[in-house]
């Protein structure tokens, strides 16, 4: 008996590269065994919407599109309360969950490894109990640039978008005065240049989190904190620890892991959920959802950002 799979396509996404691949990818699958189902993403219908009104009868729904279309997927499934396996092809600007978890940016490759590849479970956030996201929550600067950036500039430019919006916002720098309580008893306070919640090596297309033990399935999430700067030295040596992965062992960088956190804020702070407006809030209550999601991923062991292909990204 053939194996119903759903797929959702974000005709968008990237570079709209979706359109060029979409009848090899469906061919793929159906190759492989799958009765396969196709459904695009509208202006009013999202990922979100497709997987509640149709998904609960799929063995596999595979989207393809960038992290956004892919949390509205997974928040779909969760929504059906079933355990539907997910298959992710990333057609996005930075992929930076598909990094992590080591699925690959080129789309047939990607659809192979839902084909022939491993299962792997994964810890999805909590938003104050009301939103999920998948790899990453954050506050500060340069936080909005993936959702501020022109998609029409996204899709024709790919990444360097995200940079001409950061050039736009670096003489608006400021910083954000912030207690945060973690789930052992300790308090951090102070003022940060940037803060967010995350599962996943790479943020914002750089793997800064590469080398600071992150586990995708261990049911902690990583605090990440960078300190106002106060001068350029200071600037330079937060860069440089990103730039090299040293980020545990710099003096402006806390980094922490724990199962819950809670954020207190002056006053109401913009944050991000998984590269999307998330929202002003004054407190934030960050949990973990440990082992929520099952997804395709690659046989072959992680690849870095220097050796990833990113020919859905340039």
Same mark, same amino acid.
Not at 103 to 108: E, K, R, V, Y
Not at 113 to 141: H, L, P, R
Not at 198 to 207: D, M, Q, R
């Given at each position: 008996?053939?194996?119903?799979?759903?797929?959702?396509?974000?005709?968008?996404?990237?570079?709209?590269?979706?359109?060029?691949?979409?009848?090899?990818?469906?061919?793929?699958?159906?190759?492989?065994?799958?009765?396969?189902?196709? @459904?695009?993403?509208?202006?009013?219908?999202?990922?979100?919407?497709?997987?509640?009104?149709?998904?609960?009868?799929?063995?596999?729904?595979? @989207?393809?599109?960038?992290?956004?279309?892919?949390? &509205?997927?997974?928040?779909?499934?969760?929504?059906?309360?079933?355990?539907?396996?997910?298959?992710?092809?990333?057609? !996005?600007?930075?992929?930076?969950?598909?990094?992590?978890?080591?699925?690959?940016?080129?789309?047939?490759?990607? /659809?192979?490894?839902?084909?022939?590849?491993?299962?792997?479970? @994964?810890?999805?956030?909590?938003?104050?109990?009301? &939103?999920?996201?998948?790899?990453?929550?954050?506050?500060?600067?340069?936080?909005?640039? $993936?959702?501020? /950036?022109?998609?029409?500039?996204?899709?024709?430019?790919?990444?360097?978008?995200?940079?001409?919006?950061? /050039?736009?916002?670096?003489?608006?720098?400021?910083?954000?005065?912030?207690?945060?309580?973690?789930?052992?008893?300790?308090?951090?306070?102070?003022? %940060?240049?940037?803060?967010?919640?995350?599962?996943?090596?790479?943020?914002?297309? %750089?793997?800064?989190?590469?080398?600071?033990?992150?586990?995708?399935?261990?049911?902690?999430?990583?605090? /990440?904190?960078?300190?106002?700067?106060?001068?350029?030295?200071?600037?330079?040596?937060?860069?440089?620890?990103?730039?090299?992965?040293?980020?545990?062992?710099?003096?402006?960088?806390?980094?922490?892991?724990?199962?819950?956190?809670?954020?207190?804020?002056?006053?109401?702070?913009?944050?991000?959920?998984?590269?999307?407006?998330?929202? $002003?809030?004054?407190?934030? &209550?960050? !949990?973990? @959802?440990?082992?929520?999601?099952?997804?395709?991923?690659?046989?072959?062991?992680?690849?870095?950002?220097?050796?990833?292909?990113?020919?859905?990204? &340039?």
């Amino acid at each position: 008996m053939m194996k119903k799979l759903l797929l959702i396509i974000n005709p968008t996404a990237g570079k709209r590269l979706a359109a060029d691949y979409t009848l090899r990818i469906i061919n793929k699958f159906d190759a492989a065994g799958y009765y396969v189902t196709t @459904c695009c993403t509208q202006i009013n219908k999202n990922a979100c919407d497709i997987v509640i009104n149709r998904g609960a009868d799929f063995d596999l729904i595979v @989207c393809c599109g960038g992290d956004g279309t892919l949390k &509205e997927t997974i928040c779909g499934v969760r929504a059906l309360g079933r355990d539907i396996k997910i298959g992710y092809i990333p057609l !996005g600007t930075t992929n930076d969950f598909a990094h992590s978890l080591n699925i690959p940016t080129d789309a047939l490759k990607a /659809a192979n490894a839902v084909i022939s590849g491993k299962e792997m479970q @994964c810890d999805i956030g909590d938003f104050n109990g009301t &939103e999920q996201f998948i790899y990453v929550s954050c506050f500060g600067n340069f936080c909005d640039v $993936s959702y501020k /950036a022109p998609q029409k500039l996204k899709n024709r430019i790919g990444r360097q978008a995200y940079y001409l919006e950061t /050039a736009k916002e670096l003489f608006k720098i400021k910083g954000y005065h912030a207690k945060v309580e973690c789930d052992d008893g300790e308090v951090i306070e102070g003022d %940060f240049f940037y803060g967010g919640v995350s599962n996943s090596y790479s943020i914002a297309g %750089f793997a800064v989190l590469q080398n600071a033990g992150v586990s995708f399935n261990d049911g902690y999430h990583e605090l /990440a904190l960078i300190k106002m700067p106060k001068n350029p030295a200071q600037l330079a040596s937060i860069l440089n620890a990103m730039m090299k992965k040293e980020v545990l062992d710099n003096d402006y960088i806390v980094i922490k892991r724990g199962k819950s956190f809670k954020f207190y804020f002056d006053e109401p702070v913009d944050w991000t959920l998984d590269g999307e407006f998330g929202g $002003s809030h004054d407190y934030a &209550e960050i !949990g973990n @959802c440990e082992k929520a999601v099952t997804f395709f991923v690659s046989n072959n062991d992680y690849v870095s950002d220097e050796d990833v292909n990113f020919s859905f990204d &340039e």
